[in-house]
């Protein structure tokens, strides 16, 4: 069993709908949990990241953490055609910066 | 946030030679880096953690002889990929830690390495 999974995809939304994507993780004592963007060729940049169980929300972006469940999410609102991108979940596992990347859901968004 | 600073952001070399990536904190002192594998659309692969001043701790499956890491400051680390093959062609992407655990990692711009 893979540490972090996501759907692969291609998720495709038109513009201004919902997308949402979703991650599990295996590792019940994970801490930290992170959304990343990826454009083609370029360096994950942070979007989200949420510790505690519940939402969380920073403008259109929206991540839910379930620990029980071991599951976390992220909604873009309102999406964008510059949204078009990989989105990679990463998982914090103990106290230390590694992190465990899914493989990463490409999202469309249609204009 | 932080500044990381990868160099170089694309290199082509020979097979057989060596090839250095540099991976520098700008305005913070990063105690840990990590080295991260991608190859085409598949998902961030750890390959080493480096931290200042001692050896660095490789994942399983990485040849630590051709992968040379060195942190020998607080602001500096660099991987060393020795008598590449072209299937070490990947895209190679840092990232710089400090401040207590559960805080994001900050990641450098990423090198693209192609071995002919």
């Known amino acids: 069993q893979k540490e972090v999974e996501q759907n692969s995809g291609p998720l495709s939304v038109p513009e201004g709908a919902i997308a949402s994507l979703n991650c599990t993780y295996s590792?019940?004592?994970?801490?930290?949990f992170f959304w990343y963007r990826q454009y083609s060729g370029k360096s994950p940049e942070l979007i989200m990241f949420?510790?505690?169980?519940g939402d969380k929300e920073d403008g259109r972006f929206t991540a839910q953490l379930n620990k029980a469940s071991q599951y976390v999410s992220l909604l873009i609102r309102d999406s964008q055609p510059s949204d078009s991108a990989t989105y990679l979940c990463a998982v914090n596992m103990g106290h230390d910066y590694k992190l465990s990347f899914g493989a990463g859901t490409t999202v469309t968004v249609r204009a | 946030g932080a500044v990381v600073s990868q160099h170089p952001s694309r290199v082509i070399c020979k097979s057989g030679t060596s090839v250095k990536i540099e991976c520098r904190s700008l305005?913070?002192?990063?105690?840990?880096m990590f080295w991260y594998r991608q190859f085409p659309k598949q998902s961030l692969m750890l390959m080493a953690t480096?931290?200042?001043?001692?050896?660095?701790?490789?994942e399983q499956g990485v040849e630590k002889d051709k992968f040379l890491i060195n942190h020998a400051s607080l602001t500096l680390s660099t991987l060393t990929v020795t008598s590449a093959h072209p299937e070490d062609s990947s895209f190679y992407i840092c990232?710089?830690?400090?401040?207590?655990?559960?805080?994001?990692?900050?990641f450098g711009q990423g090198t693209r390495l192609t071995v002919v």
């Open positions: 990232s710089a830690g400090t401040v207590p655990v559960d805080t994001e990692a900050f």
């Open positions: 480096s931290n200042e001043g001692s050896k660095a701790t490789y």
């Open positions: 305005d913070f002192q990063a105690t840990t």
């Open positions: 949420i510790y505690s169980n």
């Open positions: 590792d019940r004592g994970s801490q930290s």
